[in-house]
């Protein structure tokens, strides 16, 4: 968990700068190591399909830059500021767009580069920089469509529903853009934290209602058509003597199943609600910014120490626990079949019993670590690290 936190922290919201012992309150040594892998004997045969560098990858700066899969293509994003879309069933290149205002990292002045995506919909992929661009391209030609400003850096991937696109920025604003031409149609503030975990979730759409977590640890539906509330509910309440104490960013991104909303805060609480009125239905303690996943009957999440849990998803009550990868910086748990894959800090993909939480497949994809949980696609799971390595696997 340390790793991970100390790379949030270290872009967190403050003009000002603390050290990072007067935050954490204790000394970095105190914090305790990854647990070492452990043998067991594997039940479940996992075989990579093919596998490439597509680049420059997320350069270990916590964007998360999740490939998207649609139809037959996986598109992919990086800190070179390229997207590539890629043939799902062998990873050639279909083609690559380039944006060419680019600059390094945390660059001053013109320089901008990609830090939010992709998003797709129809025949369009989004993409959001650290300058508050957003650029849709052109699906199959990777032409651009258009461009529009909004007001600060997007770490999220725009969404789509009907015809409205929406962005979520870095500095608390959710905005409405037309889907044909990127112009602005309503716009819906929240107030920032002074400190934050560097991160913004993805909003849930749910046909005209839009869900979106904010870093006050406060969750809102939204009309997406006018952007007005229909219903905004407090998950999680700040408390504590420091500012580190008091944060409870929803960096998770809800998720909707059956009409019921789920959430997660850091240092809070995980809950479902009614989506229609944003009742709590239940409510755990539970700490998580790297997410979770929703199936007919449970919920998978990885919490903030990297234990992973499955929950009744529809009382809240304990199915298992599995703590055997503490402190490995977890990604979300992806399901896939009767299984659940999460990666970690040294390029690892492990393979769990959904039943039971037990190990079944082990494999590393490379030396660098995962951010972004696995993308699942039928029974293909594509697995992204940060040194851009992208591999497509599959089991039986």
Same mark, same amino acid.
């Given at each position: 968990m340390f790793y991970r936190l100390l790379l949030l922290l270290c872009f967190f919201l403050l003009t000002g700068c603390e050290t990072l012992n007067n935050l954490m309150g204790e000394k970095a040594e105190?914090?305790?190591?990854?647990?070492?892998?452990?043998?067991?004997?594997?039940?479940?045969?996992?075989?990579?399909?093919?596998?490439?560098?597509?680049?420059?990858?997320?350069?270990?700066?916590?964007?998360?830059?999740?490939?998207?899969?649609?139809?037959?293509?996986?598109?992919?994003?990086?800190?070179?500021?390229?997207?590539?879309?890629?043939?799902?069933?062998?990873?050639?290149?279909?083609?690559?767009?380039?944006?060419?205002?680019?600059?390094?990292?945390?660059?001053?002045?013109?320089?901008?580069?990609? %830090?939010?995506?992709?998003?797709?919909?129809?025949?369009?992929?989004?993409?959001?920089?650290?300058?508050?661009?957003?650029?849709?391209?052109?699906?199959?030609?990777?032409?651009?469509?258009?461009?529009?400003?909004?007001?600060?850096?997007?770490?999220?991937?725009?969404?789509?529903?009907?015809?409205?696109?929406?962005?979520? %920025?870095?500095?608390? !604003?959710?905005?409405?853009?037309?889907?044909?031409?990127? !112009?602005?149609?309503?716009?819906?503030?929240?107030?920032?934290?002074?400190?934050?975990?560097?991160?913004?979730? %993805?909003?849930?759409?749910?046909?005209?209602?839009?869900?979106?977590?904010?870093?006050?640890?406060?969750?809102a539906s939204l009309d997406v058509n006018t952007g007005s509330v229909i219903w905004e509910t407090g998950i999680t309440a700040a408390s504590g003597r420091s500012e580190l104490e008091r944060m409870v960013d929803i960096d998770a991104s809800p998720m909707v199943s059956g009409g019921i909303v789920y959430v997660v805060s850091f240092q809070g609480q995980l809950a479902a609600l009614t989506l229609d009125t944003g009742r709590i239905l239940w409510n755990r303690d539970t700490s998580s910014y790297s997410g979770f996943t929703v199936d007919d009957d449970y919920l998978y999440i990885t919490d903030d120490h990297s234990v992973i849990w499955a929950f009744d998803r529809f009382n809240g009550a304990s199915i298992w626990k599995m703590d055997g990868l503490l402190n490995r910086d977890l990604t979300a748990p992806s399901s896939v079949g009767n299984y659940l894959v999460v990666g970690d800090f040294e390029g690892y993909l492990h393979w769990l019993d959904k039943t039971t939480g037990a190990f079944v497949a082990r494999q590393q994809i490379s030396k660098e670590r995962f951010i972004s949980p696995p993308v699942i696609a039928g029974n293909i799971v594509y697995a992204f690290t940060t040194d851009g390595e992208l591999a497509a696997l599959t089991y039986e």
């Open positions: 105190d914090f305790d190591p990854p647990a070492e892998l452990t043998e067991f004997e594997a039940s479940l045969k996992v075989t990579e399909l093919w596998d490439r560098n597509t680049g420059k990858g997320t350069d270990e700066q916590y964007l998360l830059l999740q490939p998207k899969v649609a139809e037959n293509k996986i598109f992919i994003a990086d800190t070179n500021n390229k997207i590539l879309a890629l043939n799902i069933e062998n990873g050639r290149n279909i083609w690559t767009y380039t944006l060419e205002m680019g600059g390094g990292f945390f660059s001053k002045g013109d320089k901008v580069f990609i %830090t939010g995506g992709p998003g797709y919909s129809g025949n369009a992929v989004y993409l959001g920089t650290n300058n508050g661009d957003v650029i849709a391209l052109d699906s199959e030609t990777g032409d651009e469509l258009w461009t529009s400003k909004v007001s600060s850096e997007i770490l999220a991937p725009p969404v789509k529903s009907g015809n409205i696109v929406i962005v979520r %920025t870095l500095d608390g !604003r959710i905005f409405g853009l037309n889907g044909d031409s990127g !112009r602005r149609l309503w716009t819906y503030e929240k107030t920032v934290p002074a400190l934050t975990l560097r991160g913004t979730s %993805t909003p849930a759409i749910d046909g005209d209602i839009i869900i979106i977590g904010f870093d006050s640890g406060s969750l």
